[in-house]
């Protein structure tokens, strides 16, 4: 009897001690991640392995926005640079808009991967009973947006502190962002039946690869809205921007006619405060890099051209000359023979 105590005592003592390790090496490493606010501390410790899937988020979205903004004059480059997981860019502009979301939906994404993978011990695949049309059922592991969701909004919108305009746009633009991956999450089903005959499906919600949801956003980004906050009853809140319609009115000389009502953003569009700089030239206080010496394309018109891209400055040409394989042949057998021939080639750089 004893014996039996004895060894249910020790089994508590074991569980206990690794509750404590657990806790205390989780507190230290979450204390260890510079720039979180106690909340985020918080919430880093509660959940430290869903950590892991924020940290790989922000990767996928800075890596995303890197790629949707290649070449351009603001490319997404060295925006995370510093501490992953705070503020990030100090203007109000639409690249921060476009920044803020897909780092919010890389959270998201992440996170929802990792539950459905088993890597977070407190989520899984969406269980709950959905209704389905008659010849199919669901299946499989689907993915748990919500939770994925819940807790990005909790981990994200936790550095909103300031309870400014700034703050309002960036809650603003993480929720389009984690909204945008559950609206673009995808069904896939499997076939039952005889010989590929499809008499019963197997369907599961599945994530769509992340470069859809840059897409998405990019879509949004050339449409996003230019805001301002109004003080009301409830606090702050972001509207659409009036400057212009007031400009346009006080140029027609109609005076303060009539107070123009005041129209919400759209839930799901991306919203911004300032305009942006132009981001030709190197500058410390709005952070933009300028971009002398950045490659350009002679015969392009988009973004990536050399007008655009060097803001007029001009661009510099370098003629390069390298030597290359050529006039291979084959012979029998197996040997492959190759003259080496002169390449022309120019490269583009602003200047
Ligand atoms: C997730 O789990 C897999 C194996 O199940 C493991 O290889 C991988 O490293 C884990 N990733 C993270 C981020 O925990
Ligand atoms: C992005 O822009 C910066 C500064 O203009 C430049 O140094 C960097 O090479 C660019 N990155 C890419 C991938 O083009
Ligand atoms: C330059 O732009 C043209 C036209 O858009 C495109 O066909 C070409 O591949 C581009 N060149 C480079 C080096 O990106």
């Known amino acids: 009897m004893w014996k039996i105590h004895n060894k249910l005592l020790i089994y508590i003592l074991w569980i206990m001690e690794i509750r404590l390790v657990s806790s205390f090496t989780s507190a230290m490493l979450c204390g260890r991640i510079p720039g979180l606010t106690m909340a ?26 890197q790629q949707q903004f290649r070449g351009h004059r603001w490319n997404c480059s060295g925006v995370w640079q510093r501490n992953v997981f705070s503020h990030v860019i100090p ?15 890389g959270a998201a994404y992440s996170v929802t991967a990792a539950c459905a993978r088993g890597n977070i011990s407190t989520c899984g695949c969406d269980v709950r009973h959905k209704a389905a049309p008659p010849d199919w059922k669901w299946g499989g592991c689907s993915a748990d947006v919500d939770f994925g969701m819940r807790y990005t909004r909790k981990f994200m919108d936790a550095r909103e502190l300031e309870r400014d305009s700034r703050t309002l746009m960036n809650l603003h633009n993480n929720r389009v962002g984690r909204t945008i991956v559950k609206k673009l999450l995808r069904t896939d089903c499997k076939c039952h039946g005889v010989s590929g005959s499809c008499v019963m499906k197997t369907c599961w919600t599945s994530l769509p690869p992340f470069s859809v949801i840059g897409d998405k956003l990019m879509q949004k980004y050339h449409k996003a809205k230019t805001v301002q906050a109004v003080r009301g009853k409830r606090g702050l809140r972001l509207v659409l921007s009036r400057k212009k319609h007031a400009a346009a009115a006080a140029a027609a000389g109609a005076g303060v006619a009539q107070k123009p009502a005041l129209v919400w953003p759209k839930r799901m569009e991306l919203v911004y405060l300032e305009a942006s700089p132009n981001y030709c030239e190197r500058s410390i206080q709005t952070g933009t890099l300028g971009t002398a010496g950045r490659p350009c394309n002679r015969s392009g018109h988009g973004p990536q051209s050399c007008d655009l891209l060097c803001c007029g400055r001009g661009h510099n ?13 084959f012979h029998w057998c197996c040997s492959v023979e190759c003259e080496l021939c002169d390449e022309n080639y120019e490269e583009f750089t602003c200047k």
């Open 40 to 65: 985020q501390r918080q919430l880093c410790s509660d959940m430290p392995d869903a950590l892991i899937a924020l940290d790989e988020g922000q990767q996928l979205g800075s890596r995303e926005c």
């Open 317 to 329: 040409t370098q003629h390069i000359r390298r030597k290359q394989q050529c006039r291979c042949q």
């Open 91 to 105: 203007i109000a502009s639409r690249e921060a808009a476009y920044t803020y979301a897909i780092a919010s939906a």
